[in-house]
């Protein structure tokens, strides 16, 4: 099994390149993004951002650690602090594309990252040809998604398994049954 959890932060970044080589070719269209994530996803989109020339906010939970908010503010974002719910985020990071005219990138319903965040798949099996199961973090779901569409589309035998740490959110999810 190949071992890529040192490399978390990495590896969506590189992910990201597609969204920032799109944001590049629609910079005239683009004045800036927005979107609420205080992990992996709001580093990354903070860096495109700053790579394509772009405003960007980042919409995070008040609680969150000083480090993770440092790395975003770090690569230029603004960073705009919410209560800590998911309700909350969504209608702040939707005032905010509303008042400043930027476009939303959500880490898990935005085909451009989810696109990319198949290509770790695809390194994945470039890397281990015959890899027979690949562990994702559930998080919001976009990482799974475009790891399961692109690796079952280069090997349709390869297992998925979502994975998260006990007490996140998919767990609370799947245990009330509801979507």
Not at 23 to 46: C, M
């Amino acid at each position: 099994m190949a071992e890529w959890g040192l490399y978390q932060v990495f590896l969506e970044f590189v992910p990201l390149n597609i969204f920032s080589a799109k944001l590049e070719s629609e910079s005239d269209l683009v004045i800036g993004v927005v979107t609420h994530n205080s992990g992996n996803h709001g580093q990354a989109t903070a860096w495109a951002s700053r790579m394509s020339g772009v405003e960007c906010s980042v919409v995070i939970q008040e609680q969150r650690l000083k480090v993770k908010a440092a790395a975003i503010k770090g690569y230029g974002a603004e960073l705009i602090f919410c209560e800590p719910n998911p309700t909350a985020r969504k209608e702040t990071c939707g005032k905010i594309a509303a008042e400043k005219g930027y476009a939303i990138v959500h880490s898990a319903d935005h085909y451009d990252v989810i696109a990319g965040q198949g290509t770790m798949a695809v390194e994945l099996l470039e890397e281990v040809p015959d890899l027979d199961a690949i562990l994702v973090s559930a998080s919001g779901g976009g990482m799974i998604s475009g790891i399961s569409i692109a690796a079952k589309a280069i090997n349709k035998n390869v297992k998925i398994f979502m994975v998260e740490p006990e007490g996140k959110m998919a767990e609370k999810c799947m245990r009330s049954g509801k979507n």
